[in-house]
């Protein structure tokens, strides 16, 4: 297959992989090394959902109601899968005392109370910096910024960590190398550049901090990363990018 030719495939499994949006069967399946296109996909929930903001402002809603609006959109169009990641990742990183338990309480279906508060402080945190940054009138910069830069940080903790289940959505996707990881990131920066400036060094830092601090611990309580993990670190990564957006935009 020619290297375009992959390249375009990567892009459709990637937003069949992370997003609702009616795409065409992939004719291959996943690679661990498309992950470099997750961003992209990102990318596509950003566009969106801004424009779900951008309707929400011309209609003279305030500030609060349309980020709102834009969480609620984003969460339809990505099946909500990151903010499942990262319930099932609060409840099991904290609820278990073993390895095995904590990943026996990440796979269970139901919701416990270190997940509801981390949906809380997730929903609550980028709610505030979505209002601060739509009071300041900035929509479009900052949702594809975040989105993107967030989604950079799932293929980095899967080529520099070991799968910790041996089953589950991270291992049927496989492990990205580190220059399918490097590409991804670089295919978030780039635009992050462009839209924020020298910016982008804080942005990068934040990001490279929230990915860092989700890796270290699932490492230490689950010896490796799972798909929950990866969730996690996309929404974690997703708030610190929101927040540092709010100081470099202002």
């Known amino acids: 297959m020619a290297n375009d030719d992959i390249r375009s495939a990567d892009i459709v499994a990637a937003l069949r992989l992370l997003t609702r949006l009616p795409v ?51 969460a339809v169009l990505t099946g909500a899968m990151h903010e499942d990641g990262l ?38 945190l980028r709610w505030a910096a979505l209002g601060a940054l739509l009071s300041a009138g900035h929509l479009w910069v900052p949702l594809i910024a975040a989105a993107m830069a967030s989604r950079a940080a799932m293929p980095a903790l899967m080529a520099a960590l070991p799968n910790a289940r041996g089953s589950g959505l991270a291992s049927s996707v496989g492990r990205p ?57 996309q929404q974690v990564a997703e708030i610190g990018a929101l927040l540092a957006l709010s100081v470099i935009l202002a």
């Not at 090394?33 to 402002?57: E, F, I, N, R, Y």
């Not at 099991?92 to 309480?105: F, N, Q, Y």
């Not at 982008?200 to 699932?218: E, K």
Request: charge should be negative; glycine fraction near 12%.
């Open 24 to 74: 065409p069967e992939a004719a291959e399946p996943p690679r661990a090394d498309g992950a470099w296109a997750w961003p992209v996909a990102g990318l596509a929930v950003a566009l969106a959902s801004a424009l779900v903001g951008a309707v929400a402002v011309a209609l003279g809603l305030a500030p609060a109601l349309a980020a709102g609006l834009i969480l609620a959109s984003q």
């Open 87 to 124: 319930a099932d990742s609060a409840d099991g990183l904290w609820g278990g005392w073993t390895p095995a338990r904590r990943l026996e309480i990440m796979k269970d279906s139901h919701i416990g109370s270190y997940g509801t508060i981390a949906l809380i402080l997730s929903f609550g």
């Open 177 to 233: 190398t580190l220059r399918a990881a490097w590409i991804a990131a670089a295919t978030a920066a780039l635009p992050c550049l462009i839209l924020t400036g020298w910016g982008v060094i804080a942005l990068v830092l934040v990001v490279t901090a929230a990915t860092m601090a989700v890796g270290a611990t699932a490492n230490a309580r689950l010896g490796g990363v799972t798909g929950d993990i990866c969730g996690a670190a």
